[in-house]
């Protein structure tokens, strides 16, 4: 069977509701003709859809500020409906059948529950149903939360295996600098690779509704990019674009995807788990890591927090408390602090093919 291409759309609050905070009915079916487009072009799209909070605030007229997080989650619980409502309505008009995929930070890092969702996805995917994501923000709290659908949308993309992620925000793409403070900065048209120094340039969110910023949508095109994914960031007031985008052109600011990118089950461990614990090492063993294709080995463990079974994922850190690599740990906490005792020569505490090195873990999370 031909395997169609997949397009993941992240849309922004901002992009979605006036300035009431209610959802606009003229910005939704902008939205829902350029996707219907999509999917006459033989793209399968996917869209990440936030708006919950902005549109449940609207319709209940309560205010956003010193909200309370159940308050939020409450606002969101009542949002999430009137949403899914008004896509149900506009995607019906023009015979397009949508299904509702509420994720949490937690779900993704169950590799069963992982594999559930990419079973569900492809399974609304290949009957050109279009799946409407959102964090599931009624129960995601505090570390078990994304905070921002910009990372969600990156996990969606390397879930789906998808060519594309568009990010549309209520800016045209990315600035020198943030546009709202310095009237010099220019557009970024490419990015060939997502550095410490882009993620320099990104500032705050723009709107009262929006969260993150461009930080976190960097951060979600960085993702991408270690999954063999392009990314564009653009505008969301024109979303008619996203055919041209789709068909190559260049417009707003495009990332590209990386040499080096990850195969599936380390794109899951690098971006989608939860460490449970975590493994100091020594300068040799950081040396042997960031070098490539090794297995951590006991002896270069020098201390271990946390109480984790064998099989659970662990964060390795340097010497400095960086978190440098990521993996599943064949010892559980218990058995590693007897072992780095006295450790035994050879004895494998990460094999490489569970292993995942990033220098980047911390300004990607
Ligand atoms: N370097 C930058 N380039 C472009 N926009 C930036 C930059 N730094 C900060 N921003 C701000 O990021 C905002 C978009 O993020 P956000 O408000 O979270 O939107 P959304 O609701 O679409 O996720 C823009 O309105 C802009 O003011
Ligand atoms: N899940 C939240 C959206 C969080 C979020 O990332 O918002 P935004 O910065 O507007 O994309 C909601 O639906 O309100």
Redesign the pocket.
């Known amino acids: 069977m031909e395997q169609h291409k997949r397009i993941v759309i992240?849309?922004?609050?901002?992009s979605l509701t006036d300035k009431h905070g209610l959802l606009d009915e003229i910005k939704l079916k902008a939205l829902v003709s350029s996707i219907a487009e999509l999917f006459e072009t033989g793209w399968q799209p996917i869209l990440v859809?936030?708006?919950?909070?902005?549109?449940?605030l609207g319709h209940l007229g309560w205010c956003r500020a010193n909200l309370t997080m159940p308050e939020r989650q409450a606002a969101?619980a009542v949002?999430?409906g009137l949403?899914m409502e008004k896509y149900s309505e506009l995607f019906q008009l023009i015979q397009i059948k949508v299904g509702q995929i509420l994720l949490t930070k937690e779900d993704l890092a169950d590799r069963r529950r992982y594999i559930n969702a990419r079973n569900t996805l492809n399974a609304l995917l290949t009957r050109n149903v279009l799946p409407i994501v959102?964090?599931n923000?009624t129960v995601a709290f505090a570390e078990i939360r994304?905070?921002?659908?910009?990372t969600?949308s990156a996990l969606v993309a390397g879930l789906v295996e998808a060519e594309l992620l568009v990010i549309l925000?209520d800016i045209d793409g990315l600035y020198s600098g943030d546009p709202r403070k310095d009237p010099e900065a220019k557009l970024i048209p490419v990015v060939q690779q997502v550095d410490d120094s882009i993620i320099r340039v990104a500032g705050e969110?723009g709107s009262p509704?929006?969260?993150?910023g461009m930080r976190?949508k960097l951060a979600a095109a960085r993702i991408a990019a270690r999954s063999g994914i392009k990314t564009v960031i653009t505008s969301g007031n024109n979303p008619e674009s996203l055919k041209a985008i789709a068909s190559g052109e260049k417009l707003g600011t495009s990332f590209e995807p990386a040499n080096n990118s990850l195969k599936s089950r380390k794109q899951w461990i690098a971006f989608g788990t939860i460490p449970r614990g975590t493994l100091k090492v020594d300068e040799g063993a950081a040396r042997a890591l960031m070098a490539g294709n090794k297995s951590l080995l006991a002896v270069g463990v020098v201390a271990v927090t946390g109480n984790f079974s064998a099989g659970s994922i662990v964060a390795v850190e340097d010497l400095n408390g960086l978190e440098m690599a990521r993996g599943i740990t064949n010892l559980s906490a218990e058995d590693l602090r007897l072992v780095i005792k006295k450790p035994k020569r050879g004895l494998e505490v990460i094999n490489r093919d569970w292993l995942v090195c990033e220098r980047s873990f911390s300004t990607c999370q």
């Open positions: 992240k849309i922004g609050s901002s859809s936030s708006g919950a909070v902005a549109a449940g969101a949002g999430q949403l959102n964090e923000d994304f905070g921002d659908n910009d969600l925000t969110r509704v929006g969260t993150g976190t």
